[in-house]
């Protein structure tokens, strides 16, 4: 029986160690604030990520919008369900939630002081300034993404993936 060589296999361990270990480094302080989120979203029975997590009509991505992606307001926003965004204005897209009887969408979004809560509402009329069908039909007429603050995204790409876990892992009972 020929004796194999090792040397490769612990090459390639060593490598993939190294690799897996170059995540973005987040801050203590960065980390807090990405601790204090999935505590107000996560672990409240009515926050929407524990919807989402629980399988229900929450979610991380409204199109073109993804969790954990920072945004500038590129021309203002009035919702007509409540809820404004200055041009210029830049935060954290942090999901959705959907209350699909009264054709209401909540986007979360975080500047990393406060929470800034845009709504929609079929329901509720529409003016020129007070918004609903222009944003559903082109939201990156409002909003672009932008460079984010490396530790503060790194650490709610860590969080994303918690979310996707524990979604998949309730949809299973």
């Known amino acids: 029986?020929?004796?194999?060589?090792?040397?490769?296999?612990?090459q390639m361990m060593h490598f993939?160690?190294?690799?897996?270990?170059?995540?973005?480094?987040?801050?203590?302080?960065?980390?807090?604030w990405v601790d204090a989120i999935e505590a107000?979203?996560?672990?409240?029975?009515?926050?929407?990520?524990?919807?989402f997590a629980d399988g229900r009509?929450?979610?991380?991505?409204?199109?073109?919008?993804?969790?954990?992606?920072?945004?500038?307001?590129?021309?203002?926003?009035?919702?007509?369900?409540?809820?404004?965004?200055?041009?210029g204005e830049?935060?954290?897209f942090l999901g959705y939630y959907v209350l699909p009887y009264?054709?209401?969408?909540?986007?979360?979004?975080?500047?990393g002081r406060q929470e800034k809560l845009i709504t929609f509402a079929g329901v509720y009329p529409e003016t020129e300034t007070l918004?609903?069908?222009?944003?559903?039909?082109?939201?990156?007429?409002?909003?672009?993404?932008?460079?984010a603050p490396r530790e503060k995204a790194a650490g709610l790409a860590v969080l994303r993936e918690k979310l996707i876990s524990l979604r998949r892992s309730r949809s299973r009972w």
């Open 90 to 92: 830049e935060a954290w």
């Open 131 to 147: 918004i609903y069908s222009a944003f559903i039909e082109r939201p990156e007429r409002y909003l672009e993404q932008v460079p």
């Open 40 to 51: 107000a979203y996560l672990a409240s029975e009515f926050g929407h990520l524990r919807i």
């Open 16 to 32: 993939l160690i190294r690799l897996l270990g170059r995540r973005e480094a987040t801050s203590a302080a960065d980390q807090a």
């Open 57 to 87: 009509n929450a979610g991380l991505d409204y199109s073109p919008l993804r969790f954990g992606g920072y945004y500038r307001c590129v021309e203002t926003l009035h919702a007509n369900g409540g809820g404004v965004m200055e041009a």
């Open 1 to 10: 029986m020929p004796i194999r060589n090792k040397w490769p296999q612990r």
């Open 102 to 111: 009264d054709n209401v969408l909540r986007l979360h979004f975080h500047d």
